[in-house]
Protein backbone atom coordinates (compact mmCIF):
# COMPACT_ATOMS: atom_id res chain seq x y z
CA UNK A 1 0.00 0.00 0.00
CA UNK A 2 0.91 3.92 -0.45
CA UNK A 3 2.41 5.38 2.44
CA UNK A 4 3.81 8.81 2.96
CA UNK A 5 5.30 9.25 6.29
CA UNK A 6 6.19 13.09 7.43
CA UNK A 7 9.05 14.44 9.96
CA UNK A 8 11.39 16.86 11.39
CA UNK A 9 8.40 19.21 12.15
CA UNK A 10 8.95 21.45 15.61
CA UNK A 11 9.16 24.61 17.28
CA UNK A 12 11.50 27.05 15.32
CA UNK A 13 12.25 30.64 16.10
CA UNK A 14 11.32 33.56 13.53
CA UNK A 15 14.07 33.84 11.27
CA UNK A 16 14.79 30.11 11.80
CA UNK A 17 15.16 26.84 9.72
CA UNK A 18 13.88 23.37 9.51
CA UNK A 19 13.89 20.77 6.69
CA UNK A 20 11.09 18.40 6.42
CA UNK A 21 11.31 14.96 4.98
CA UNK A 22 8.75 12.70 3.43
CA UNK A 23 9.64 8.94 3.57
CA UNK A 24 7.92 7.06 0.74
CA UNK A 25 6.76 3.26 -0.21
CA UNK A 26 4.11 1.77 -1.66
CA UNK A 27 4.69 3.40 -5.64
CA UNK A 28 7.17 4.08 -7.71
CA UNK A 29 8.62 7.45 -6.11
CA UNK A 30 11.67 8.11 -8.52
CA UNK A 31 8.64 8.81 -11.92
CA UNK A 32 5.81 10.39 -9.53
CA UNK A 33 5.25 14.18 -9.28
CA UNK A 34 5.18 14.97 -5.63
CA UNK A 35 4.01 17.91 -3.20
CA UNK A 36 3.41 19.87 -0.05
CA UNK A 37 0.46 21.35 1.33
CA UNK A 38 -0.32 23.11 4.63
CA UNK A 39 -2.76 23.71 6.66
CA UNK A 40 -2.59 26.73 9.48
CA UNK A 41 -4.71 26.47 12.90
CA UNK A 42 -8.70 27.38 11.89
CA UNK A 43 -7.64 27.30 7.98
CA UNK A 44 -7.87 25.47 5.10
CA UNK A 45 -5.12 23.69 3.22
CA UNK A 46 -2.90 25.81 1.83
CA UNK A 47 -0.94 24.79 -1.00
CA UNK A 48 3.02 25.32 -0.71
CA UNK A 49 5.52 23.49 -3.26
CA UNK A 50 5.19 20.89 -6.26
CA UNK A 51 8.24 19.07 -8.07
CA UNK A 52 7.85 17.08 -11.26
CA UNK A 53 10.21 13.89 -11.51
CA UNK A 54 10.60 14.44 -15.06
CA UNK A 55 12.04 17.46 -15.54
CA UNK A 56 12.64 18.25 -11.72
CA UNK A 57 10.70 21.68 -12.34
CA UNK A 58 9.96 23.21 -9.29
CA UNK A 59 6.75 25.52 -8.48
CA UNK A 60 6.19 27.39 -5.34
CA UNK A 61 3.42 29.41 -3.33
CA UNK A 62 4.08 33.03 -3.55
CA UNK A 63 3.98 33.43 0.31
CA UNK A 64 7.30 30.59 0.53
CA UNK A 65 9.03 31.48 -2.87
CA UNK A 66 12.51 32.43 -1.99
CA UNK A 67 12.53 30.86 1.45
CA UNK A 68 11.56 27.24 0.92
CA UNK A 69 12.87 24.87 -1.27
CA UNK A 70 10.88 20.96 -2.47
CA UNK A 71 13.59 18.47 -3.74
CA UNK A 72 14.08 14.65 -3.70
CA UNK A 73 16.55 12.13 -3.24
CA UNK A 74 15.46 9.28 -4.99
CA UNK A 75 17.68 6.59 -3.77
CA UNK A 76 15.86 6.89 -0.38
CA UNK A 77 12.47 7.58 -1.43
CA UNK A 78 12.25 10.69 0.00
CA UNK A 79 10.65 13.99 -0.22
CA UNK A 80 12.31 17.13 1.36
CA UNK A 81 10.89 20.73 2.14
CA UNK A 82 13.96 23.15 3.64
CA UNK A 83 12.16 26.00 5.37
CA UNK A 84 14.68 28.95 5.78
CA UNK A 85 13.31 32.53 6.89
CA UNK A 86 10.67 31.35 8.88
CA UNK A 87 7.74 33.77 9.85
CA UNK A 88 5.10 32.87 12.24
CA UNK A 89 2.74 32.67 9.41
CA UNK A 90 4.36 29.59 8.23
CA UNK A 91 3.10 28.13 11.62
CA UNK A 92 0.72 24.52 10.09
CA UNK A 93 0.06 21.64 9.64
CA UNK A 94 2.19 20.17 6.40
CA UNK A 95 1.39 17.56 4.60
CA UNK A 96 3.41 15.64 1.76
CA UNK A 97 1.36 14.36 -0.89
CA UNK A 98 1.77 12.43 -4.17
CA UNK A 99 0.33 13.81 -7.72
CA UNK A 100 -2.09 11.28 -9.50
CA UNK A 101 -0.32 10.50 -12.50
CA UNK A 102 -2.06 12.61 -15.27
CA UNK A 103 -3.76 15.17 -13.03
CA UNK A 104 -3.11 18.59 -11.10
CA UNK A 105 -4.53 16.57 -8.13
CA UNK A 106 -2.98 14.80 -5.18
CA UNK A 107 -4.37 11.17 -4.69
CA UNK A 108 -2.11 9.83 -1.47
CA UNK A 109 -1.35 11.95 1.41
CA UNK A 110 0.86 11.86 4.81
CA UNK A 111 -0.36 12.16 8.17
CA UNK A 112 1.39 16.08 8.62
CA UNK A 113 4.06 17.34 10.88
CA UNK A 114 3.45 20.15 12.82
CA UNK A 115 5.78 23.08 12.29
CA UNK A 116 5.32 25.99 15.02
CA UNK A 117 6.97 29.27 14.39
CA UNK A 118 7.46 31.02 17.51
CA UNK A 119 9.30 33.29 19.89
Known amino acids: EVQLVESGGGLVQPGGSLRLSCAAS????????MGWVRQAPGKGLEWVAN????????YYADSVKGRFTISTDNAKNTLFLQMNSLKSEDTAVYYC????????????WGQGTQVTVSS
Open 97 to 108: AKVLGGSRAYDY
Open 26 to 33: GFIFSTSD
Open 51 to 58: IYSYSSTT
